[in-house]
Nanobody
Framework: QVQLVESGGGLVQAGDSLRLSCAAS????????MGWFRQAPGKERHFVAA????????YYTDSVKGRFTISRDNAKNTVYLQMNSLKPEDTAVYYC????????????WGQGTQVTVSS
């Protein structure tokens, strides 16, 4: 079992930046690829970014490429999502998850953190 707790969300204006953090506990964090997902009101949850267990590879959905950066610190059992040039359409609840980028299956999820971007 892996417990995940997100933090760093908030209310910002368009063009601002935020850094989300996801702290993990339980099973060995470095065994897992990590992902960030988001769910806007009334919409399904969608993939945002992922990073492999050693941080060697990263993946992004097209809408955030060049603006968001995923990283991890295995010594701190934490994964980050640096979000720059935020847009109102980035407004959502952001979730981190632990799993595998090879099959896209994520076994453990956090409770989410709200990001609201005003225009």
């Amino acid at each position: 079992q892996v417990q995940l707790v997100e933090s760093g969300g908030g209310l910002v204006q368009a063009g601002d930046s935020l850094r989300l953090s996801c702290a993990a506990s339980g099973r060995t964090f470095s065994n897992y690829d990590m992902g960030w997902f988001r769910q806007a009101p009334g919409k399904e949850r969608h993939f945002v970014a992922a990073i492999t267990w050693r941080g060697a590879r990263t993946y992004y959905t097209d809408s955030v490429k060049g603006r968001f950066t995923i990283s991890r610190d295995n010594a701190k059992n934490t994964v980050y999502l640096q979000m720059n040039s935020l847009k109102p359409e980035d407004t959502a609840v952001y979730y981190c998850a632990a799993g595998s980028t090879s099959n896209g299956w994520y076994d453990f999820w956090g409770q989410g953190t709200q990001v609201t971007v005003s225009s």
